[in-house]
T-cell receptor, first 114, second 113 residues
């Protein structure tokens, strides 16, 4: 089955700086990689996802890159703001391939210092 | 996308009792899932709620402890049975309208005394 590792576990940046969170996965058949943001007391919110037929996807200040050969994908947040402070989770299909089931990384607590 | 609500949002229960959590989606969805998130931890999939048939449980989770219902394409329930303090956690419902993307509810925060 799939195994997802996420680093770092905590990340502190100054407002306006960039933040990068990295995940690796084990199953080469995995083809869908979402990122979720979880604020305190709330459920995870999907912020961006990428499929294995593209190498990069952007949405305003957020981007995700995928390296299928190395089996890793990264979340990039530019011009960070205090409201970006949250826990971020990456995920990959549980069992690889086309499946709805997800296995999650261990999470990254991002703190943006004003 | 899908908008998901859960009830109750939180509860404090006595050990040995059971709690049923409801999950409602604003549109018909293909798949619904239940996750557990222990304090400060990641999400662990409990089971896939199958419409009209028995749920599919992940390793370490059993139907007697976590019975699940899914009577239609917009609603599901998870019961946490015979609770112990180790069941204190956040329980999350998610829905997948299509093949991949999952949307999550706000979660139910459970404390067992």
């Amino acid at each position: 089955g799939e195994n997802v590792e996420q680093h770092p576990s905590t990340l502190s940046v100054q407002e306006g700086d960039s933040a990068v969170i990295k995940c690796t996965y084990s199953d080469s058949a995995s083809n869908y990689f979402p990122w979720y943001k979880q604020e305190l007391g709330k459920g995870p919110q999907l912020i961006i996802d990428i499929r294995s037929n593209v190498g990069e996807k952007k949405d305003q200040r957020i981007a995700v890159t995928l390296n299928k050969t190395a089996k890793h994908f990264s979340l990039h947040i530019t011009e960070t703001q205090p409201e970006d402070s949250a826990v971020y989770f990456c995920a990959a299909p549980h069992g690889g391939g086309a499946t709805n089931k997800l296995i999650f990384g261990t999470g990254t607590l991002l703190a943006v210092q004003p | 996308s899908a908008v998901i609500s859960q009830k109750p949002s939180r509860d404090i229960c006595q050990r040995g009792t059971s709690l049923t959590i409801q999950c409602q989606v604003d549109s018909q969805v293909t798949m619904m899932f239940w996750y557990r998130q222990q304090p400060g931890q990641s999400l662990t999939l409990i089971a896939t709620a199958n419409q009209g048939s028995e749920a599919t449980y992940e390793s370490g989770f059993v139907i007697d402890k976590f019975p699940i219902s899914r009577p239609n394409l917009t609603f599901s329930t998870l019961t946490v049975s015979n609770m112990s303090p180790e069941d204190s956690s956040i329980y999350l419902c998610s829905a997948a309208p299509g093949q991949e993307t999952q949307y999550f509810g706000p979660g139910t925060r459970l404390l067992v005394l």
